[in-house]
């Protein structure tokens, strides 16, 4: 696959033509037929079939194939790796990117991330994925006071990683996995070599288990963005029907709402939203609850939705609290009163 700036962020994709190019063509088409970014187009050239968008693959045809030393010493420092990413840029993008990346401040000062790429000739990542994972990474320098250089802004990186309180929220081991990720450096190279062994332990110890707190912490998000919607689309029915809300969710499909908020991200099963609406109007109190998580949706909780539209995390225990109060009012003013699900 090759990123190009002339083409960013689009690309092409060159893949081996085989022993059946015209069964391989038939197949690749079939499958880009799925992607709606633009015209795509196919063509075999030295025994490559040549996917990308319309406009780039004009331009690819126009270019003559040059054979790239730097390319072939950087595929070779992966070491045969299933993944291999090399990265080259040109004097150009070198000065595109001395302007737009950004210098952090730091304890000690600043850290200056265009300084890696003015002192780096080029970068290789090799990757195998488990159950056998393991990391080759280099970096060649221009010189070895260059490739000092890169290793002194690499570890300020990692301690400025290391350090923020975001990042150690998902990943509080964060630090002992940075320290098996600094390179070493060798002449104008600086190598990095994670073999099995510590790679499957990062990955099970480390990467999973804060993949999937990320996870679960994006869930949530969609799950309030679900249900503030929801008061939205609530809002909008009750100004249609003098202030009183619809019988059931369902309903709020007539108002653009789809199918897919109806149901709580975490479990995408219908009925994990209990809707509490029916009889109320926007008019009462704001404590009144509209719609709510069903129990098991998430874990410690549930979101809610109430009279007001405002949308809240509550415990469990604080949520039995709210359904005691919303059920007294009900009592107080002749309504059905709802136990909680």
Partial sequence: MVFSMYDFPYFFVAIPSGSNPAGLSQYITKITEDFNVGRIELFSSDGLIVV????????????????????????????????????????????????????????SGRIELSSLTNNMQWAALGFN????????????STSAEAADSNLTLIKSLFSFLGQNPDIRKFMPEVNQVLKHLIPQRHDKQLLLQVDTITADSIINDFIAPSLLKVNTTATRLACAKNLKSLGMALFIYANDYDDQLPPDMETLL?????????????????????FRGANLKTSEPPFMIWIYDKKGNHEGGRYV?????????????????????????????????????
Avoid at 63 to 88: H, M, N, R, W
Avoid at 305 to 310: A, I
Avoid at 314 to 340: C, H, Q, S, W
């Fill in 254 to 274: 007539q108002y653009e709402v789809s199918e897919n908020s109806l149901v709580c991200p975490a479990t995408k099963l219908k009925d994990s939203y209990i």
């Fill in 305 to 341: 939705l109430f009279n007001d539209g405002h949308v809240d995390w509550a415990t469990e225990e604080r949520f039995m609290e709210l359904i005691e109060e919303d059920n007294k009012y009900r009592m107080e003013k002749g309504l059905p009163v709802i136990p909680a699900q």
């Fill in 52 to 107: 990308g968008l319309e406009q780039t693959i004009a331009r690819v045809k126009t270019i003559s194939p040059v054979q790239s030393e730097i390319l072939v010493k950087g595929l070779q420092a992966c070491g045969g790796s299933t993944f291999q990413a090399v990265l080259f840029p040109s004097s150009d993008q070198r000065r595109i990117l001395s302007e737009m990346l950004p210098a952090i401040p730091f304890e």
């Fill in 129 to 140: 994925t488990p159950p056998s994972a393991s990391i080759h990474f280099t970096i060649q």
